[in-house]
């Protein structure tokens, strides 16, 4: 493991290089990812990696674990408060969208946090000549568990090959804080929420089934079926043919 981190530190700054950039930009979010993501960066650009710390209606506790994990590092940090930037666009639209609580609309105003992030990630990678590097790992990449041009638009993601088991195996050979690690991951878009829950599948399943083991037939078809619909987050959905090549 450690080889393969030296690896991804090395692959973090040749990319950054070829795009001609300096150095790069990550969301803190507070929960391990993040935290991996970071500590990594800091390896591969000691004096060029900013962390943000984006608030959106979020609870204090990520905003607390986010600055301890920026100040252990020694990483750079501003905070962006995007509470009222979130309130002001939500009041914009309709009142069925503002008032609808069912599970698609719910899902649809807390992406827009996650979108709004992203926004604010690239303003200050544009500004600075930064790349934003991402966080998703292999379990979320797999089943499309990530916002599509939100924590899924990212110009780089050096731990997608990585299983939630094995970021936890990173994070303590960080030295990442043990309250992070020990945090039920979640995505923090509304109360109560845990990846899990959501997901209906522990990590631990999941893990499992990357890895080839046997899990339920239940399970499995449930990951199955996520990566399935999930599908066009990960490619494009490009037509096939040009107006050259198309015969009806």
């Not at 393969?4 to 930009?25: C, H, Q, R």
């Amino acid at each position: 493991m450690e080889d393969y981190l030296n690896y991804l530190v090395d692959w973090i700054k040749e990319t950054v290089t070829k795009a001609n950039a300096k150095g790069v930009v990550i969301g803190i979010s507070g929960g391990i990812d993040s935290a991996v993501v970071a500590g990594l960066a800091k390896k591969a650009f000691p004096n060029s990696t900013l962390g943000l710390i984006l608030p959106c209606h979020s609870k204090p506790i990520d905003e607390e674990l986010g600055v301890e994990l920026c100040k252990k590092f020694d990483i750079p940090y501003q905070i962006v408060d995007l509470s009222n930037t979130y309130d002001t666009m939500v009041k914009s639209f309709d009142e069925s969208f503002i008032t609808n609580e069912a599970n698609n609309y719910k899902t649809a105003k807390g992406n827009i946090k996650v979108r709004l992030r992203m926004v604010t990630l690239y303003a200050y990678a544009q500004a600075n000549n930064y790349l934003v590097i991402g966080t998703d790992n292999a379990d979320e990449w797999y089943i499309g568990y990530f916002t599509k041009h939100g924590d899924g638009g990212v110009d780089l993601a050096p731990i997608i090959h990585l299983t939630k088991g094995e970021v936890r195996m990173v994070a303590k050979m960080l030295g990442v804080p043990e309250k992070i690690i020990k945090r039920p991951p979640t995505a923090g878009l509304y109360d109560n929420q845990t990846d899990e829950d959501e997901i209906g599948v522990t990590y631990d399943d999941l893990d499992n089934y990357l890895k080839g083991n046997k899990i339920s037939k239940e399970k499995t078809k449930r990951l199955l079926y996520l990566h399935k619909i999930s599908a066009h987050k990960r490619k494009i959905a490009y037509h096939p043919k040009s107006m050259k090549d198309y015969k009806k």
